[in-house]
């Protein structure tokens, strides 16, 4: 039965450990596997940019303050199979599609910033490679912001987050050219927007004072331990909306509504 | 914590037109506890902060639920460990002192692109050519009207668990690519929900397989054997069962 439902797991386990999960006992710890949140995105899964849609655990729409094992599969046959059949072919039988020349002047203005970008992570020349601020960039977030996280611990990771990205623009190294395949390059720019994503992450924690599905605010737990919930105040999905760069990002609230259950508090014993 | 001493042979080829050639590497304090690919990550630290080209590989979720990785090592398509992608091989598979030889894989179709990593867009095209469904818009389905009985999902499944990362093709001295293509095909043909492009489908997958220049199945199994998913030749005979039924109906 364990077998059959679980086999890939169990040899994955055992891949990685070296042991034997049939027969030893298998050493599990908690960890972060999983970011809540995603795009913002309408009911017809359209996000702010008219024409983008977004599908699946890319989008915000099904998430609660916890994800367990198979949400995923949830959501991408809910959003695939009942959502966006509906949603895509209206959008597309309503809007005027005009063809678009690869060569107009936007295109040449993104192609020109990209270049610019790119040339200025390779210009830099420092002392440490993307793999280890993007290490360092990890470790910051699961010690402050992973499970467990204080409001103190918050707001030092949002400057030590904001002091590790000033350090990557004066001294990360990478190798090679922009003309070539340059998988450093590749991760610089996803390591370069991880800095801004960890920041809004740490962000949002900070201000939700309270305990909540898979975030425990240490300030905020019942006398014997258990997560402590506000729903007078934050009975709401937080929403940022990106003001450039530099600026910070504003928040919206989503209020969630319950019409047939009541949210109640969750103990384990 | 072991650890290990070794030397690594590396395939280095600057880019697809420039002459390869095998490079050695020493790499000293090597723990057991690492994937073969965190190995390689170390080794590339080492390469960057000396000034030098780091060795470029594929990979992606590190998990061997994806099909990004995959390269030879010491002629085997993802290295020693059976039914094992190369980030799940762990450097407790090798002994203190080792020469490893890492290659990317080999085959007309999959031209190296640098270093380790090979354009597998082949197997895309394939896919592109039949590997979908096609599902009413404007409607949703309803959750009970298409019955699949558990052992033709489990059957389905066991085809679908292909990760497409193209070891079958690198293993096989034809270089064909004809477990991929067939994992595919079963996946649909199994299924209530392939049957509408079944034929059509069959015939479309193997003529762009075909045309992008992989070799013809002659039975040598070396496909299944080094298939990180443990996909069965089996596939095969019903790719080529599928192909024989979809040529006759037309």
Redesign the interface.
Known sequence: MIRDKYGNLFEMYERITGENPYEAPMRIYPAIHYTMGGLWVDYALMSNTPGLFVLGEANFSDHGANRLGASALMQGLADGYFVIPYTLGDYLANTALDKINPEQGEFQGVRNDVNAWLKQLLSIQGKKTVLQFHRELGLLLWNHVGMSRTGAGLKAALGAIAALEEEFWHDVRIPGSPDMLNKNLEMAGRVADFFELGKLIALDALQREESCGGHFREEHQTPDGEALRNDEKFCHVSVWQYKGKGAEPALHREPLDFEFVSPTQRSYK | MNTLNLTLRIWRQ??PQAKGKLVEYPLQGVSTDM?FLEML?VL??Q???Q????V?FDSDCR??ICGACGFVIDGAAHGP?R??TVC???M?AFKDGDVITLEPFRAKAFPV??DL?VDRSAFDRILTAGGYIS???????EANGLPVPKDHAEEAFDSAACIGCGACVAACPNASASLFVSAKISQFALLPQGQPERKARALRMVAQMDKEGFGNCSNHGECEAVCPKGISIKNIARMRREYFKAVAAK
Do not use: C, F
């Not at chain 2, 000034?51 to 780091?54: L, M, N």
């Not at chain 2, 599902?135 to 389905?141: E, F, K, L, M, Y």
């Open positions: 600057a880019d994937s990550d590339n630290e390469l960057i902060h000034g030098e080209a780091p470029e998990e061997g460990w039914r094992t799940q091989l762990h407790r692109i640098k990593v599902v009413d818009t404007g409607s949703a389905p």
